[in-house]
């Protein structure tokens, strides 16, 4: 079993930065692939970005390249997404998710383990 632990998110304005970060415990991830996904008030959740176990492949939404960038630190158990030039849009519950599987998973239904999420606000 695995737990996901998410934490970072909170208020900030528009253009701002924030790194948010997913600690894992339970059994080890090193081989899992791992991704962020979010959801806004009235929405579906939507994917953001995946990591391949490695980190050598990192797949990210369309809306979100450029400005989000994903890693992992596979001796800490941890992964990362560094977030910049935020928007008002922006604004969502981050959850960070793990699949039993190597590779980048791009849905939902691909990933087994998930956190409670983190909630980032972007004011304008």
């Known amino acids: 079993q695995v737990q996901l632990a998410e934490s970072g998110g909170g208020l900030v304005q528009a253009g701002g930065s924030l790194r948010l970060s997913c600690a894992a415990s339970g059994r080890t991830l090193r081989w899992n692939a791992m991704a962020w996904f979010r959801q806004a008030p009235g929405k579906e959740r939507e994917f953001v970005a995946s990591?391949?176990?490695?980190?050598?492949?990192?797949y990210y939404a369309d809306s979100m390249k450029g400005r989000f960038t994903i890693s992992r630190d596979n001796a800490k158990n941890t992964m990362y997404l560094q977030m910049s030039n935020l928007k008002p849009e922006d604004t969502a519950l981050y959850y960070c998710?793990?699949?039993?599987?190597?590779?980048?998973?791009?849905?939902?239904?691909?990933?087994?383990?998930w956190g409670q999420g983190t909630q980032v606000t972007v004011s304008s």
């Open positions: 990591i391949s176990w490695s980190g050598a492949n990192t």
């Open positions: 998710a793990s699949r039993g599987q190597s590779g980048v998973g791009l849905s939902e239904s691909e990933y087994e383990y």
